[in-house]
Nanobody, 119 residues
C-alpha cells in the first residue's frame, strides 16, 4: 500500500500564489507518475497536471502558464506551484500516484487539500 499526504492548501486572494506538496510513503515499488487533480463543489474531479518519472509533464488548458508541476523522484514527492490564482481555481486538490508492480499499475489517492481563492 502507498499512502499520500498533501499539504499547502489554504485561503488566498485572487492573483496570489500557493504551493502544494504531496509525499508518498509505504510499500513503494516504482512510482512512474504522479499528478494533481481537483474537484470543485458540484463538479466532477478533473486533471490539473501530471508528471512522469522521466520528467514529462501534462497540464489542463485552464492552468497552462499559471501552474507548474515538479517532482523529487528520490523523495517520492510532487509539488504544484500555483500562480495567478483566480476564484475558478477553488477546489479540493487531490494527489495521485501510479505505482508499477511488475506488469500491473496501482493508483493511489491522497485525502485532498482545500484551496480557496477569494477576496
Amino acid at each position: 500500500q502507498v499512502q499520500l499526504v498533501e499539504s499547502g492548501g489554504g485561503l488566498v486572494q485572487p492573483g496570489g500564489s500557493l504551493r502544494l506538496s504531496c509525499v508518498a510513503s509505504g510499500t513503494i515499488f516504482n512510482i512512474n507518475a504522479m499528478g494533481w487533480y481537483r474537484q470543485a463543489p458540484g463538479k466532477e474531479r478533473e486533471l490539473v497536471a501530471t508528471i512522469t518519472s522521466d520528467g514529462s509533464t501534462n497540464y489542463a488548458d485552464s492552468v497552462k502558464g499559471r501552474f507548474t508541476i515538479s517532482s523529487a523522484n528520490a523523495k517520492n514527492t510532487v509539488y504544484l506551484q500555483m500562480n495567478s490564482l483566480n476564484p475558478e481555481d477553488t477546489a479540493v486538490y487531490y494527489c495521485k500516484a501510479s505505482d508499477k508492480r511488475y506488469s500491473l499499475i496501482y493508483h493511489y489517492w491522497g485525502q485532498g487539500t482545500q484551496v480557496t481563492v477569494s477576496s
